[in-house]
T-cell receptor
Framework: ETGVTQTPRHLVMGMTNKKSLKCEQHLGHNAMYWYKQSAKKPLELMFVYSLEERVENNSVPSRFSPECPNSSHLFLHLHTLQPEDSALYLC???????????????FGPGTRLTVL | TQLLEQSPQFLSIQEGENLTVYCNSSSVFSSLQWYRQEPGEGPVLLVTVVTGGEVKKLKRLTFQFGDARKDSSLHITAAQPGDTGLYLCAGEDSNSGYALNFGKGTSLLVTP
């Protein structure tokens, strides 16, 4: 297994369900990210973890709850979602960027989420 | 948020044609990155441009960073069906040490 993997690849859930998205990186990176990709909108950064600590939370609704138990794993816990939350959720990792330095982010294939 | 505007939004061409896509902003970026995203996959980094006026070539792809570091272009020579995908530009958010601001992308279709 190489790179950044995400499971499941597809998820359909009702608004009252609770589900979790999983991301795993095999690159030895220290930073991990969750992005949301919706049709006709730019990728939106949701959360950033560096060395397992959350360093950014871009005004994401509380129905999305991230968890980073170690530097290789990242979860996104979902509960009481809305249909407008349907999107592709992408996980990414990077070495450990310092402010002002350009860093390369490596993306997983994404989880296609549909909320009914 | 520093906005990045990409044009055109969609492009459909035949194999062998040349094309250019653009990424523009009113903000200055310390660097810009270009990614390609294929259907069902995450974005993959193609190149990072750092210096104003810089030109980088990657086989048939030529990337240019504007002198003022506010814009960038991607030129593809003799496009092939394998070039089909969503091309995204991204710039480092100066207000964040981690965030990348992405454009909406140019969706390219190259038909045989």
């Amino acid at each position: 297994e190489t790179g950044v993997t995400q499971t499941p690849r597809h998820l359909v859930m009702g608004m009252t369900n609770k589900k979790s998205l999983k991301c795993e990186q095999h690159l030895g990176h220290n930073a991990m990210y969750w992005y949301k990709q919706s049709a006709k909108k730019p990728l939106e950064l949701m959360f950033v973890y560096s060395l397992e600590e959350r360093v950014e939370n871009n005004s994401v609704p509380s129905r999305f709850s991230p968890e980073c138990p170690n530097s290789s794993h990242l979860f996104l816990h979902l509960h009481t979602l809305q249909p407008e939350d349907s999107a592709l959720y992408l996980c990414a990792s990077s070495q450990d960027p310092f402010p002002g330095e350009t860093d390369t982010q490596y993306f997983g294939p994404g989880t296609r989420l549909t909320v009914l | 948020t520093q906005l990045l505007e990409q044009s055109p939004q969609f492009l459909s061409i035949q194999e062998g044609e040349n094309l250019t896509v653009y990424c523009n902003s009113s903000s200055v970026f310390s660097s810009l990155q270009w990614y390609r995203q294929e259907p069902g996959e995450g974005p993959v980094l193609l190149v990072t441009v750092v210096t104003g006026g810089e030109v980088k070539k990657l086989k048939r792809l030529t990337f240019q960073f504007g002198d003022a570091r506010k814009d960038s272009s991607l030129h593809i020579t003799a496009a092939q069906p394998g070039d089909t995908g969503l091309y995204l530009c991204a710039g480092e958010d100066s207000n964040s040490g981690y965030a990348l601001n992405f454009g909406k992308g140019t969706s390219l279709l190259v038909t045989p």
